[in-house]
Nanobody, 125 residues
């Protein structure tokens, strides 16, 4: 069983930046597609960004394109989400997730097998 541990959330003013980290247990991290999702209390869980196992391909939700950057360091079993130009609409609990297999949509949380505990990001106006 893979464990994912997130950190880096907090309170920031609009226009500011945060970097989230997700550290994975195990020896197979480099074989997993990884993703970031978020959920506000009144909304469904939504896709934020995803990255291929090698880190060579990335995809972003339209709402964060140009502001957020997903990356990974396979030698450290760690994935990152650099969030710049934050907006109040970005306020949510952010989750990292791991996708073991090739079936399913990489944009859907239902496709991911392992999840972190979530970290709260609050952006004030």
């Amino acid at each position: 069983q893979v464990q994912l541990v997130e950190s880096g959330g907090g309170l920031v003013q609009a226009g500011g930046s945060l970097r989230l980290s997700c550290v994975a247990s195990g020896r197979a991290f480099r074989t997993y597609r990884m993703g970031w999702f978020r959920q506000a209390p009144e909304k469904e869980r939504g896709f934020v960004a995803t990255i291929s196992p090698s880190g060579g391909s990335t995809y972003y939700a339209d709402s964060v394109q140009g502001r957020f950057t997903i990356s990974r360091d396979n030698a450290k079993n760690t994935m990152y989400l650099q969030m710049n130009s934050l907006k109040p609409e970005d306020t949510a609990v952010y989750y990292c997730a791991a996708f073991r297999f090739t079936t399913g949509s990489m944009y859907s949380g239902d496709s991911y097998d392992y999840w972190g505990q979530g970290t709260q990001v609050t952006v004030s106006s």
